[in-house]
């Protein structure tokens, strides 16, 4: 009898606590529901302007199409051809080659201006950061249309500086000094947008963290060089992968400056301008695609590796 008066006594309590987790689940839906709603925009997007078109050039790549074969089925084939072709290897070994200079370059201006930047307490320290990122404010496609301006050999700023001293100036558009020429654009662009990161990484170390290294005896040189460096060394991880990215897949600036390069800028500079060249210029879409793949592997491949190697510690230091 006690056992079963026991029994009757906790049902209630049960069925009393049903209603309570009916509410908490459709409170639970709700927002789930509310928050779908708000992300289903850019969802809508994302499908539609990035998913269905990669699909669709996959699937492109997959076929080959001639005047007397028509449209044939190659699987991988075009992909076989891609990695054998010179031409886009060539344009792989540029980018590759051009990111290992740019890169270290690009990240120690931006990181030795974050950390002028950061040392600053004065007015100017916001007029300076405000400066430093401008480039990056301008389009890219503008930003190029100036510097091929300012390289011009026969009316640029910089041939007119060297013919007052009756001496002609470098040709920055040249076949042997575009490298350099690029070198100098993409640096100009992209080096203030690395710098406000490693600024804001910089802003949320804990002063105490200086004042206890000054106490020590630690001079400015040493507390940047010992001690900011190694705390925004996730940072730097992130803009390099970026820079690799947006480097491997070089293509505003080359194509901007093209008209104005006197055939220093090819049909195969870099790996997306073939692409493109093969895409819209050749008529070859099946194996353009094929080519951006390609790319698309190489740069996963890349950027996996590095990241891989620098999993345990989150630096490279």
């Given at each position: 009898m006690t056992h079963a008066g026991s029994a009757v006594a906790m049902k209630p309590p049960r069925q009393a606590s049903a209603p309570n987790e009916k509410r908490s689940r459709r409170a639970s839906?709700?927002?789930?529901?509310?928050?779908?709603?708000?992300v289903a925009p850019f969802g809508i997007v994302f499908i539609i302007f990035l998913v269905v078109p990669l699909i669709y050039a996959f699937s492109q790549s997959l076929f080959s199409q001639g005047l007397a074969t028509g449209t044939t089925f190659t699987g991988l084939g075009n992909y076989a051809k891609a990695f054998t072709d010179p031409?886009?290897?060539?344009?792989?070994?540029?980018?590759?080659?051009?990111?290992?200079?740019?890169?270290?370059?690009?990240?120690?201006?931006?990181?030795?201006?974050?950390?002028?930047?950061?040392s600053l307490t004065t007015r100017l320290a916001k007029f300076s950061r405000l400066m430093i990122f401008v480039p990056y404010a301008i389009p890219a496609v503008i930003g190029a249309l100036m510097w091929g301006f300012l390289y011009s050999p026969s009316f640029g700023p910089i041939s007119q500086f060297f013919a007052l001293f009756n001496m002609s100036g470098p040709d920055l558009l040249s076949s042997g000094n575009i490298f350099g020429g690029l070198l100098n654009v993409v640096t100009w662009q992209w080096a203030g947008y690395y710098m406000i990161i490693i600024y804001a990484a910089l802003q949320g170390i804990d002063p105490t963290i200086y004042e206890a290294a000054k106490i020590d005896g630690?001079?400015?040189?040493?507390?940047?060089?010992?001690?900011?460096?190694?705390?925004?060394?996730?940072?730097?991880?992130?803009?390099?992968?970026?820079?690799?990215?947006?480097?491997?897949?070089?293509?505003?600036?080359?194509?901007?400056?093209?008209?104005?390069?006197?055939?220093?800028?090819?049909?195969?500079?870099?790996?997306?301008?073939y692409a493109y060249n093969l895409a819209f210029k050749f008529s070859q879409i099946n194996y353009a695609s094929a080519v951006s793949f390609a790319l698309g592997i190489i740069v996963f491949i890349g950027v996996y590796i590095f990241l891989f190697l620098t999993r345990k510690k989150g630096s490279f230091l």
């Amino acid at each position: 009898m006690t056992h079963a008066g026991s029994a009757v006594a906790m049902k209630p309590p049960r069925q009393a606590s049903a209603p309570n987790e009916k509410r908490s689940r459709r409170a639970s839906r709700r927002r789930h529901s509310i928050g779908w709603i708000f992300v289903a925009p850019f969802g809508i997007v994302f499908i539609i302007f990035l998913v269905v078109p990669l699909i669709y050039a996959f699937s492109q790549s997959l076929f080959s199409q001639g005047l007397a074969t028509g449209t044939t089925f190659t699987g991988l084939g075009n992909y076989a051809k891609a990695f054998t072709d010179p031409d886009f290897l060539g344009g792989v070994l540029f980018v590759v080659v051009f990111s290992a200079v740019l890169i270290p370059i690009q990240m120690a201006v931006s990181l030795a201006a974050a950390l002028v930047l950061d040392s600053l307490t004065t007015r100017l320290a916001k007029f300076s950061r405000l400066m430093i990122f401008v480039p990056y404010a301008i389009p890219a496609v503008i930003g190029a249309l100036m510097w091929g301006f300012l390289y011009s050999p026969s009316f640029g700023p910089i041939s007119q500086f060297f013919a007052l001293f009756n001496m002609s100036g470098p040709d920055l558009l040249s076949s042997g000094n575009i490298f350099g020429g690029l070198l100098n654009v993409v640096t100009w662009q992209w080096a203030g947008y690395y710098m406000i990161i490693i600024y804001a990484a910089l802003q949320g170390i804990d002063p105490t963290i200086y004042e206890a290294a000054k106490i020590d005896g630690a001079n400015a040189r040493q507390v940047a060089i010992r001690i900011k460096v190694p705390l925004v060394t996730a940072a730097l991880v992130l803009i390099l992968v970026f820079a690799l990215i947006g480097t491997l897949q070089f293509f505003t600036e080359p194509t901007v400056l093209t008209p104005m390069a006197n055939g220093a800028i090819g049909p195969a500079f870099t790996p997306n301008i073939y692409a493109y060249n093969l895409a819209f210029k050749f008529s070859q879409i099946n194996y353009a695609s094929a080519v951006s793949f390609a790319l698309g592997i190489i740069v996963f491949i890349g950027v996996y590796i590095f990241l891989f190697l620098t999993r345990k510690k989150g630096s490279f230091l």
